[in-house]
């Protein structure tokens, strides 16, 4: 069964910096490409980063790049998601998701799983 989780969320003032992480179960990690998306209140969910299975791919949504930063521990089992000079409009829940999938990491719609969600909230 694939089981993902988040969590590192918080309140933040702009311009901060934050870590999220998605722990993994081990059958998760192996082979499954996986990314994170966020959702605003009142917006469309957003996939916002992306890393291949083994590590070498990664995709940004125009949004976040050069702040943004995906990254994998396959010892730890977790992707993190490296989060630098916060703006408002970073508020959203973040989820993280994983997908098994040959297809370039912008087909979103293979993503099936997905973990709870975890709260980040930018204060001005």
């Known amino acids: 069964q694939v089981q993902l989780a988040e969590s590192g969320g918080g309140l933040v003032q702009a311009g901060g910096s934050l870590r999220l992480s998605c722990a993994a179960s081990?059958?998760?990690?192996?082979?499954?490409?996986m990314g994170w998306s966020r959702q605003a209140p009142g917006k469309e969910r957003e996939f916002v980063a992306a890393i291949r299975w083994s590590g070498g791919v990664t995709y940004y949504g125009d949004s976040v790049k050069g702040r943004f930063t995906i990254s994998k521990d396959n010892a730890k089992i977790t992707v993190y998601l490296q989060i630098n000079d916060l703006k408002l409009e970073d508020t959203a829940v973040y989820y993280c998701?994983?997908?098994?999938?040959?297809?370039?990491?912008?087909?979103?719609?293979?993503?099936?799983?997905w973990g709870q969600g975890t709260q980040v909230t930018v204060s001005s």
């Open positions: 998701a994983a997908r098994l999938s040959t297809r370039s990491l912008v087909y979103f719609g293979d993503y099936r799983y």
């Open positions: 081990e059958r998760t990690f192996s082979g499954y490409d």
